[in-house]
């Protein structure tokens, strides 16, 4: 009995280290836009993000990652790079990270946000590139963040 409790332990503990990617692949992006200034939609979806508890890990321009998506049509574009957000389930760990490209031209801003998680559970890691209910409350804290500093300016 001792040696299957040590089993289950090792085992649990070898699920946890499941790895997850810095960068998300283009599947299942959700974008919108707004009509607000690169600064404006810069700011508002950090402060959007920290308000949900998602930290940004780090900023790049998107190229570092990209080639050819038609970057001559922005003025200004950065890529944020969200840490991974890890939930303890009754069996096996979930993590979560977020990329989150604004794009901008002429007080227009395209925020499209790629979001991944995996699901890690006892013999098994499960992937998803899809969740409607995370993404639409991060982007309707967006808009309210984007209303607030559009009004104060």
């Known amino acids: 009995m001792k040696r299957l409790s040590v089993f289950f332990i090792l085992f649990f503990i070898g699920c946890a280290s499941s790895q997850i990617p810095i960068y998300l692949q283009d599947k299942k992006p959700y974008s919108r836009r707004f009509f607000v200034a690169y600064d404006q939609a810069l700011a508002g979806t950090k402060e959007s993000l920290e308000d ?17 998506r038609g970057t001559d049509l922005y003025e200004k574009e950065i890529l944020l790079l969200t840490e991974i957000r890890e939930t303890h389930m009754v069996v096996g760990t979930r993590y979560a990270r977020l990329n989150i490209f604004i794009r901008s031209r002429d007080r227009v801003s395209e925020i499209e946000i790629r979001y991944l998680t995996v699901s890690s559970l006892p013999g098994k890691d499960f992937k998803s590139y899809q969740n409607d209910s995370t993404v639409d409350r991060i982007f309707e804290r967006i808009e309210k963040a984007l209303d607030t500093t559009s009004s104060s300016s």
Do not use: T
């Open 52 to 68: 949900l508890g998602w930290k940004i890990q780090d900023q790049v321009a998107p190229s570092v990652y990209e080639q050819d």
